[in-house]
T-cell receptor, first 113, second 115 residues
């Protein structure tokens, strides 16, 4: 089983729509969670960190459900500029190897005019 | 400059060439990482350095050789690569590896093509 799993999409939504992505992780000991945004042929950039039950930043809301081991990202009032790939990242502390970052394959979003 | 920088941004090399990728972070971080990103695949962790000591080598072929002369600089030396090594190579840094609550910050990457 993969450490982090995401629906690859693609998600094609009209401007102004609300869209949600889910991400599941396999290790219940995972402690911190991140959403990164990656534009085509660019590096991943941190969008949000999720340490407790959730985090909100403007149109973006991330929620964490530890019992079900999933993280979600909600984007409200989608803009054309939101078109990108969204990476789910999980940080897990392994007793021998220390903290490890695990990346999902990413979910592709295209916002259509 | 701020953040994490990488040079060169693009590199085309033959299988017999030797080249080096450079990464520099201006964030005062103590941990640095090399990742490989191939099309349609998640980021693959290659090497981790913490306080200039290599703490992880994820079964990377010996044709990739990392070097970390200080906490701000990280190199990836390349020799006798294969066409399947063509990918985006990303450098990242984080404050340290002790805390679970440290984000990673990425450089712009080097897009490598091996002919």
């Amino acid at each position: 089983r993969k450490e982090v799993e995401q629906d690859p999409g693609p998600f094609n939504v009209p401007e102004g729509a609300t869209v949600a992505f889910n991400c599941t992780y396999s290790n219940s000991a995972s402690q911190s969670f991140f959403w990164y945004r990656q534009d085509c042929r660019k590096e991943p950039k941190l969008l949000m960190s999720v340490y407790s039950s959730g985090n909100e930043d403007g149109r973006f809301t991330a929620q964490l459900n530890r019992a079900s081991q999933y993280i979600s990202l909600l984007i409200r009032d989608s803009k054309l500029s939101d078109s990108a790939t969204y990476l789910c990242v999980v940080n897990t502390h392994l007793s021998v190897r220390g903290n490890q970052f695990y990346f999902g394959t990413g979910t592709s979003l295209t916002v259509i005019p | 400059e701020t953040g994490v920088t990488q040079t060169p941004r693009h590199l085309v090399m033959g299988m017999t060439n030797k080249k080096s990728l450079k990464c520099e972070q201006h964030l005062g971080h103590n941990a640095m990482y090399w990742y490989k990103q191939s099309a349609k695949k998640p980021l693959e962790l290659m090497f981790v350095y913490s306080l200039e000591e290599r703490v992880e080598n994820n079964s990377v072929p010996s044709r990739f050789s990392p070097e970390c002369p200080n906490s701000s600089h990280l190199f990836l030396h390349l020799h006798t690569l294969q066409p399947e090594d063509s990918a985006l190579y990303l450098c990242a840094s984080s404050q340290d590896r002790a805390s679970s609550y440290n984000e990673q910050f990425f450089g712009p990457g080097t897009r490598l093509t091996v002919l």
